[in-house]
């Protein structure tokens, strides 16, 4: 069982950035691949970015590459999503979540996923 507690998120302009924290419970964490989603209002949820578990495999909306960074410290239990040159249209809420990395590596689909967060709001004013 994975407990996941996002924060970070907050009302920032066009251009800004933020970083978005996931802290995870457990001595388990580095077995997980972890992924980033976001729920914009009258929208489905999307995917964001992933990682696997030794930070070696990461994935990308294309929408986010080279704006947004995904990392993690398994020594703190928590990932991180570094958000930069945010644009109204980033609004949402942003989610963790986590699967055991012997399942999957770092998925891209919500369904592969077992743990999630509450979830962080980030809205980007123009």
């Known amino acids: 069982q994975v407990h996941l507690v996002e924060s970070g998120g907050g009302l920032v302009q066009a251009g800004d950035s933020l970083r978005l924290s996931c802290a995870a419970s457990?001595?388990?964490?580095?077995?997980?691949?972890m992924g980033w989603f976001r729920q914009a209002p009258g929208k489905e949820r999307e995917f964001v970015a992933s990682?696997?578990?030794?930070?070696?495999?990461?994935h990308y909306t294309d929408s986010v590459k080279g704006r947004f960074t995904i990392s993690r410290d398994n020594a703190k239990n928590t990932v991180y999503l570094q958000v930069n040159s945010l644009k109204p249209e980033d609004t949402a809420v942003y989610y963790c979540?986590?699967?055991?990395?012997?399942?999957?590596?770092?998925?891209?689909?919500?369904?592969?996923?077992?743990?999630w967060g509450q979830g962080t709001q980030v809205t980007v004013s123009s």
């Open positions: 979540a986590a699967v055991r990395s012997d399942r999957y590596s770092a998925p891209v689909r919500d369904s592969l996923y077992d743990y």
């Open positions: 990682i696997g578990w030794n930070s070696s495999i990461t």
């Open positions: 457990g001595r388990t964490f580095s077995m997980y691949a």
